[in-house]
């Protein structure tokens, strides 16, 4: 009898680091989203074999959000999820980089940090041996998305 409940709470953590990391995934690609509107980059930029920033930040874009789609088409899986979340954080970063390129105040320079630390804190929950499943890993890029939403509101990169 121990190993149906065993298998349900194994079930039950793996569904709710799902929506830890898809929160977050939904988080970093909205910010990568409203950043390349922002820096102009339409969807059109996007290219297989990107050859500029602007094609890099929107094709990162384009496979962030096919990422984000497939999560609900798998069983949950800690390691994938936070891998998800870890590429939209990397599609902002990208799409950070080329929007302060467009503007050079200190709100611009503290979005662009606050981007790269979520980006590199998504990276380290993602990777390791827990990947994925680490609580204070996963905590430290729950922060740090946060910081990074706020310091591009800060810069005006989203309303």
Known sequence: MAEPRDAQEA??????????HSARAQSAYDR???????AGIEQDAAEIVPRSPVGRAANALRLSAESISALTGRAPSPAAD???????????????????SHDDTPEAVEAL?????ASRAA????GGTAA????????AADHAEGHAVTAARAAGWIR
């Open 113 to 117: 940090r606050a981007a790269l630390a």
């Open 123 to 126: 990276a380290v929950a993602a």
């Open 82 to 100: 936070a891998r998800c979340a870890r590429n939209a954080a990397a599609a902002a970063a990208l799409a950070a980089q080329i929007a302060r």
């Open 32 to 38: 990568a989203a409203a950043l390349c509107r922002h």
């Open 132 to 139: 994925g499943r680490d609580p204070s890993l996963n905590e």
């Open 11 to 20: 079930q039950e953590a793996q569904e709710a680091l799902r929506k830890l």
